[in-house]
Antibody, heavy 120, light 107 residues
Framework: EVQLLQSGGDLVQPGGSLRLSCAAS????????MSWVRQAPGKGLEWVSI???????YYADSVKGRLTISRDNSKNTLNLQMNGLRAEDTAVYYC??????????????WGQGTTVTVSS | DIQMTQSPSSLSTSVGDRVTITCRAS??????LNWYQHKPGKAPNLLIY???SLQSGVPSRFSGSGSGTDFTLTISSLQPEDFATYYC?????????FGPGTKVDIK
């Protein structure tokens, strides 16, 4: 079965760090485009980052320089290293797999979400 | 970055109604537009990809249309399980971006 299992959410102080993980089963993370999406309390979905199968990465302006997407191929896992956390990073974070059809990329498999709370 | 807008931001409707949600991109995105359904406490669910293609397992009452900058999601006959928030997303150029969402609730 194709699925993504997330871990790592926690309460962290402003300026702190956290690492989110997303373990894949049923497919190989390094063969796919993978993304992180978040939803702050009472807000809509916000696209955070993507890593292409070739390793190229992109970030939303709001997280650039503070959050880093990566893969651990030995564990078939997607990671999000979060440094310099701010209150506005408080959100439920989702990992997602992208699949391509006719040149279009859609997030067709999602993790269950993990909550990050940044507060003193 | 490409900005996405949606209208309406919310709508109150009844089971059996036809629902139409529009999405506009700040520049042409060809047909690189996806629609997601999101319910509280659950992960988002891909409904429509490439503007008009129905994702596997999604009921046929959902349909999408449009290209360039203007897109539409239609639910032909709203069912109780369809009350949710709907988001469009452009996958034309990173950073990919979501619209602000349209909340569909019960009248």
């Amino acid at each position: 079965e194709v699925q993504l299992l997330q871990s790592g959410g926690d309460l962290v102080q402003p300026g702190g760090s956290l690492r989110l993980s997303c373990a894949a089963s049923g497919f190989t993370v390094s063969d796919k485009y993978m993304s992180w999406v978040r939803q702050a309390p009472g807000k809509g979905l916000e696209w955070v980052s993507i890593i292409y199968s070739g390793g190229t990465t992109y970030y939303a302006d709001s997280v650039k320089g503070r959050l880093t997407i990566s893969r651990d191929n030995s564990k078939n896992t997607l990671n999000l290293q979060m440094n310099g956390l701010r209150a506005e990073d408080t959100a439920v974070y989702y990992c997602a797999r992208l699949s391509e059809v006719a040149g279009n990329w859609g997030m067709d498999v999602w993790g269950q979400g993990t909550t990050v709370t940044v507060s003193s | 970055d490409i900005q996405m807008t949606q209208s309406p931001s919310s709508l109150s409707t009844s089971v059996g109604d036809r629902v139409t949600i529009t999405c506009r991109a700040s520049q042409s995105i060809s047909s690189n537009l996806n629609w997601y359904q999101h319910k509280p406490g659950k992960a988002p669910n891909l409904l429509i990809y490439a503007a008009s293609s129905l994702q596997s397992g999604v009921p046929s009452r959902f349909s999408g249309s449009g290209s360039g900058t203007d897109f539409t999601l239609t639910i032909s006959s709203l069912q109780p399980e369809d009350f949710a928030t709907y988001y469009c997303e452009q996958s034309y150029s990173p950073p990919f971006t979501f619209g602000p969402g349209t909340k569909v609730d019960i009248k």
